[in-house]
């Protein structure tokens, strides 16, 4: 009977790990041994014909905090994260409570709240290219009607980067609306029945009931947000290329320069390893934190 049960127990182990393999196998090629050759590149110095590749250490992580692009291209990805991420994430619940609501032509607010997760960033890019061009972009038509002078608002410093912000702020938000609006759908009516019964307002309702509920939604949008800040830089090549003089230039575009322009693959992969520690940090520190509110029942 004890062998039974143990071959029955072995039989299970088997199975599962089976079942794990495919994930274990796209994860190790797709993400952890890219991860582990970033950070061996790192260690080596930039090669060429005549002087080969030979082993530095932390050489190249020093020579990136010694260059002050580095840190202005991270002043500039703070500031687009400290930005987008509080605006798309307040803009999602907003247009997820509206869209969640009682209301004449429900389904198509949700599609046009919806349609700009669906165009490529390069489409998005483009279509902005629009409403900012200088000389016949909407932006300063709407402005010049009420006497405002045309502003070029990729072209001066002062400007650039908040036209970026915009994009990709109207771009996430019907994203992570759709994790918003699921997630309330699976709220029991009932609950807002008892709080109707008890007089409770709308605003109480949502600040005391929906969203403690939604919070593990919020969990889940802001490590997305926050991977995203980094990740998208699409339109950076259609809308400014980092310019002007750099103002608009984000830390995934400058390592896609080092790495394809200058062809400075190690000091690229520091900063790409930097990059991921910094991430990863994040992510548990927000699970550490958020993870204890989070209410999942």
């Known amino acids: 009977m004890t062998d039974h049960f143990a071959l029955q127990r072995r039989r299970r182990a ?11 196998v796209m994860l190790s ?9 970033t950070v061996f590149t790192s260690l080596w110095s930039r090669g060429t014909r ?3 590749s030979e082993f530095v250490g932390l050489e190249n992580y020093r020579h990136m905090f010694d260059d002050p692009g580095f840190w202005l291209v991270v002043q500039n990805n703070l500031f687009y994260a400290g930005l987008t991420i509080p605006v798309s994430i307040g803009m999602a619940l907003t ?8 209301l004449p032509a429900r389904g198509f607010v949700r599609t046009a709240y919806f349609t700009p ?33 045309p502003v070029n608002w990729l072209g001066q410093p002062s400007t650039a980067l908040w036209a970026i912000c915009v994009v990709t702020i109207w ?36 600040r005391c009931i929906a969203l403690p509920l939604l919070m593990p939604t919020t ?9 995203n800040s ?3 830089i699409d339109h950076l090549f259609i809308l400014t290329k980092g310019g002007p003089s750099d103002s608009s230039k984000l830390i995934l575009y400058y390592i896609w320069e080092h790495a394809f322009a200058y062809f400075d693959r190690p000091t690229a992969a520091a900063m790409t390893a930097l990059v991921l520690a910094v991430l990863g940090i994040l992510a548990a520190l927000q699970f550490a934190i958020f993870d204890k509110k989070a209410h999942y029942r």
Do not use: C, H
């Open 219 to 227: 969990l889940f949008i802001l490590v997305n947000a926050m991977i």
């Open 95 to 102: 247009m997820a409570l509206w869209a969640n609501a009682t």
């Open 14 to 24: 088997i199975n599962g790990w089976l079942l794990l393999a495919p994930s274990l």
């Open 29 to 37: 090629v797709f993400a952890l041994y890219p991860s582990v050759a």
């Open 230 to 232: 980094v990740k998208l």
């Open 50 to 52: 005549r002087s080969p």
């Open 117 to 149: 997760t669906v165009l490529p960033m390069i489409a998005a890019a483009n279509l902005w290219l629009f409403f900012y061009t200088p000389s016949f972009g909407i932006l300063n038509q709407i402005a010049g009607l009420f006497g405002a002078d």
């Open 171 to 206: 771009k996430e938000s019907g994203f992570f609306m759709i994790f918003y609006l699921a997630a309330l759908q699976t709220i029991p009516p009932d609950l807002k029945e008892a709080a109707d019964i008890e007089g409770a307002s709308r605003w109480t309702y949502t």
